[in-house]
């Protein structure tokens, strides 16, 4: 190849490498890397023989117990067994094959494979020797499946296992297997190495003899490396060097690995664990105990067990060691923990004038506290025994430090005792803060003695130069105007400025509790108090939003990094502020801004220290910031950040409804019980801790629910319809991974589906039309009843008139006529009395004619049109009356008389206010309605006027028209005429007995 080729060949490699995921940093040792352990009480089951990490994210392990899978959150047993089978459940290999499926050896012989949850088994039947496990699996370039036994190398065509060892090429007993990223497959026996070349069809020698014991394992550059006792070194030729390639998203574990960094790391040294850098490795390193540079196994470390027993790196760049007891997992982190040789607490961080980073301890436990330079490996002042509560660097480099009762001042190095105020050795004063202001006075805060200050190496109280709090303050801080502010626990700071002295409390905005920390952050004073962050805006306090609420809860350290960023170390851990975030802050202290967060996940050593001594943070000269946790102490390099971890997939493992639980993939119906659970979780096994959740389910939430931690919903009582389920994971709130949608599907019951409730509906609407129906004939009953009594009435009147009145005035008038016969022709008072009794004959006749009125009940069909048309010969008045429309329906008696009424009064009306030349009348006999127009060519009027007018007429015909439940309409303008409409209800206006024929 020529040797540009081979260049830019490397050149692609070294890119494709540098891409992945950073594994574990080569510049930290093994004590430094961010551990975790996982024994019987979190569930983890001891002894895993190997492990593997599927496609979908699932880390798998195979023991003595059977096989196990894990999350991150929980441990589960996963069933290969049939019910009822008494076989063992014990297992051996475990194998993630490209595509998902896992692969598992079964101790008493056969194997298993699992694909998306459904186990399928093979034994003798399928091919495999019978009560012989199988030692491991492999896939070649070609995507077939190999596996290994005691008795020959077997190979499965899709259904059924083939013994290929005759035909393989290797005539000895497969050692291990190998796939390297060139797609070739190898093999190891305890003679020589054999290779497997994509889409050949035999092994063959390479040509490596007699170098046993050897492991074979590959470079993540892409390149086959071999380990023998005499050294590590990559296999010669172009299989020893670099290979572009993807990063697996499938793992297997081994004895020996490189993880993604090049570290070399490994099970098989005498330590049971050992870690190499990877420029420590050279041909001429074993990776063993007594290689130069080598980690090895420590009780320090904190592992489950020494008995290792396997090792594998995940897809996330992180090892996984299983031990007889647990499991170990290492991966580097932004925080790195200070590892002392005994267990330390409470530091006091300061550095010197030379860069000399140094922290005294105050535990005050059998064992003396000592004062320890920080390289940064905690190393020991020789010499210094005491308690150290407080440490300060002052202008000249030298450092002060405080203990109880006892005080220190720092030159090079070597530390000489101050003599402090009366009493206050004697009865082992705390020196809780220390500080120099800009007019050169040094500061001292004795805990329950108050504040001093030195001056001419005298100590003077603070009451000689202001009126100070009589208590001791917590916390002093020099701003870089020289200014002195204290504060106080009582939650109030007091500032002095040369000898004004200035109080602020809750009137100035401090409302959160006692002061825990004061800075200086670009030119602005941020106090910690127990209940939040504050800003000082030059008169008063203002309070820095938390997202989420609590993140800035006791703040007892703030500084700002070299590139502009600010860290604040609390109750909740490390909180970083970008520089564009802090600048918001700056701004509107009220508008929340993004922060990251780093927790124990991180490497912090846990919440901050929230007791003395102090500062709890330190921001050294060479860029390093050092925080001191209620578990440890801790530093970080913010120059080299590591990307925020990727959120993990989200898997639903089931949804239950009662007792009915739906397996993923299974349709999700509910009928009867509709109260629905849904368990999720992330495939985070690395690092679960720092995740939060939330879900949705479309059709019921409007918006993702926030769950936090937990990986369950609950739902009650949905209503029927069809519902879409998902769940999301996060580390920071910003990235989510999605999980594969939900169906839910709801059932409606009987009552609930649209035809029943059409049905209802319907029902109900004839409810209430019959009702209305019942109502109208209720109605028209009474208003006949009304009718008929008004009837009955005018005959009774009638009647009474008749045999009354009339009889009486007829006797009457025959008196007259007998005393006017007896009277002379020629006598003047009979001509009189024959006047008056003419007179009183008209009179009888005309109420002879009233009382026919009353009594006439009209019952001839045409005697409405007859009597309107009578209208006409009564008034020196045009009157047309046109030919009635519809079907001729016999009329109520009553109904004539009122409506001949009111058609009269319309044409008087008419003749007497309109002056028209002419009036027209129309009857309508409609199904439901008899209705009646008078129109004339009068001058009309004005209907709004007229209505509030004295025009009686026009009332008293609405009023007829009401007493028969008709309803009366004028229309008219000036000059336009008038227009007359009487529409009465059927049921009122056509007699019961309905004999139609046509108009």
């Known amino acids: 190849m020529p040797f540009v080729c081979r260049f830019a060949f490397f050149i692609v490699a070294l890119v494709c490498w540098s891409a992945t995921v950073r594994a574990t940093d080569p510049q930290r040792t093994l004590a430094q890397l961010h551990h975790t352990a996982l024994r019987g009480e979190d569930g983890a089951p001891g002894g895993a023989t190997h492990m593997a990490q599927t496609e979908d994210g699932w880390l798998w392990l195979s023991t003595r117990m059977g096989l196990y899978r894990y999350d991150g959150f929980m441990f589960e047993k996963i069933d290969l067994l049939p019910p009822g089978d008494n076989g063992t459940e014990a297992t051996w290999a475990v194998y993630a094959a490209p595509g998902g499926d896992l692969w598992v050896s079964r101790a008493d012989g056969g194997a298993a494979r699992v694909r998306h949850g459904d186990v399928m088994l093979y034994g003798a039947a399928e091919g495999l020797p019978d009560h012989m496990a199988i030692d491991g699996f492999a896939s070649d370039g070609e995507g077939r499946l190999w596996a290994s036994t005691e008795t020959g190398l077997y190979r499965f065509d899709g259904t059924r296992w083939n013994d290929v060892s005759a035909a393989s090429g290797i005539p000895d007993e497969v050692g291990e297997f190998l796939e390297d990223a060139r797609g070739n497959l190898w093999v190891a026996t305890t003679k020589a190495i054999y290779v497997l070349r994509k889409g050949a069809a035999r092994f063959e020698d390479i040509g490596i003899k007699n170098v046993s014991p050897e492991h074979l394992f590959n470079h993540p550059d892409g390149s086959v490396w071999l380990r023998t006792d005499t050294g590590v070194r990559p296999l010669p030729n172009e299989w020893g060097r670099p290979f572009p390639h993807a990063a697996p998203r499938r793992a297997n574990s081994s004895t020996t690995v490189f993880d993604r960094d090049g570290n070399l790391w490994t099970v098989a040294c005498q330590a049971n664990l050992c870690r190499m850098a990877g420029k420590d490795v050279n041909a001429g390193t074993s990776g063993e105990v007594g290689d130069p540079g080598v980690q090895e196994y420590s009780e320090n470390l904190g592992m489950t067990s020494p008995a290792t027993m396997s090792l594998m790196e995940d897809r996330d760049g992180h090892i996984w060691v299983s031990t007889k007891v647990g499991l170990d997992t290492f991966r580097d982190s932004w ?83 101050v003599a402090l105020p009366a009493d206050v050795e004697a009865r082992g004063t705390i020196v809780q803060a220390i500080a120099r202001d800009g007019a050169g006075r040094l500061w001292i805060s004795l805990r329950l003695r108050g504040l001093y200050m030195q001056v001419d190496q005298r100590w003077m109280p603070a009451s000689t130069v202001a009126a100070f709090p009589p208590l001791a303050p917590a916390t002093i801080h020099i701003d870089p105007a020289g200014r002195a502010w204290f504060g106080y626990l009582d939650g109030t700071i007091a500032m002095l400025d040369g000898t004004t002295l200035r109080r602020f409390g809750a009137a100035e905005g401090l409302r959160q509790g006692p002061i825990v920390s004061i800075a200086t952050i670009r030119g602005s004073i941020v106090v910690g108090s127990e209940r939040g962050l504050t800003i000082f805006d030059g008169e008063r306090f203002r309070q820095v939003a938390a997202q989420p609420a609590g993140r800035l809860d006791s703040i007892a350290g703030i500084v700002q990094s070299q590139d502009g960023c600010v860290w604040a170390y609390g109750i909740a851990g490390v909180v970083r502020f970008s520089q564009e975030a802090w600048a918001a802050v700056l701004r509107d202290p009220s508008a929340p801004v993004a ?190 009843w009304r009718l008929d009594e008004r009837h009955r009435e005018r005959e009774r009147i009638a009647r009474e008139l008749h045999d009354t009145l009339l009889q009486g005035v007829q006797g009457l008038i025959l008196r007259f006529q007998a005393f006017a016969d007896a009277l002379a022709k020629e006598d003047r008072h009979r001509a009189a009395l024959e006047r008056t009794i003419e007179r009183a004959e008209a009179l009888l006749v005309e109420g002879r004619d009233r009382v026919k009125g009353l009594r006439d009940r009209a019952v001839d069909e045409g005697s409405l049109e007859q009597r309107l048309a009578t209208l006409g010969e009564d008034m020196d008045l045009p009157l047309h009356l046109s030919p009635p429309s519809g079907r001729r329906r016999p009329l109520n008696p009553v109904v004539v008389d009122e409506v001949h009424a009111i058609v009269r009064e319309a044409v008087l009306n008419a003749a007497k206010h309109g002056r028209a030349s002419s009036v027209r009348v129309t009857v309508e006999y409609a199904f439901r309605y008899l209705q009646i127009w008078v129109r004339d060519d009068g001058d009309g009027f004005d209907t709004a006027t007229v209505a509030g007018g004295n025009h009686f007429g026009l009332v008293g015909m609405r009023e007829r028209a009401a007493r028969i439940g008709g309803h009366l309409r004028v229309v008219s303008m000036p000059h336009k005429g008038v227009a007359v409409r009487l529409r009465i209800p059927g049921r009122v206006a056509f007699a019961r007995r309905q004999q139609t024929k046509p108009a």
């Open 335 to 417: 925080m790195s923990r200070v590892r002392f040789p005994r267990l330390e607490v409470y530091f006091a961080l300061v550095e010197d004038g030379q860069g000399r980073t140094w922290t005294g301890t105050a535990a005050r436990a059998a064992n003396p506290d000592r004062l320890w330079q920080l390289t940064p490996a905690p190393v020991p002042l020789p010499g210094f025994v005491g308690t150290v509560n407080s440490a300060f660097r002052d202008v000249d480099g030298n450092v002060w430090l405080g203990g109880s009762g006892k005080l220190w001042h720092m030159r090079d190095g070597v530390p000489a005792r």
């Open 595 to 784: 922060t990251r967060l780093l927790t124990m996940e991180d490497g912090a050593p846990g919440p901050v220290q929230l007791v003395r001594p102090l500062p709890t943070v330190l921001a050294a000269s060479d860029g390093r910031l050092w925080f001191a946790g209620s578990q440890g102490l801790a530093w970080l390099d913010p120059r080299r950040q590591p990307p925020s971890p990727s959120p993990p997939p989200v898997v639903i493992r089931w949804a239950a409804a009662g007792g009915t639980v739906f397996q993923p993939g299974a349709p999700v119906k509910l009928r009867e019980n509709r109260d629905l659970r849904v368990a999720y979780t992330a495939l985070a096994p690395s690092q679960p801790r720092g995740l939060v959740f939330r879900y949705r389910l479309e059709g019921s939430d409007l918006a993702y629910q926030d769950a936090g931690p937990r990986r369950e919903a609950i739902y009650t009582d949905l209503p029927p319809g069809q519902y879409t389920f998902h769940a999301e994971a996060s580390y920071d709130g910003t990235h989510w991974s999605h999980s594969d949608s939900l169906a839910v599907t709801v059932a409606p019951r009987l009552f609930e589906r649209t035809g029943f409730k059409v049905l209802c509906a319907v029902f109900l609407a004839a409810l209430i039309w019959l009702a209305h129906r019942w109502r109208v004939r209720l109605l028209t009953r009474r208003l006949r």
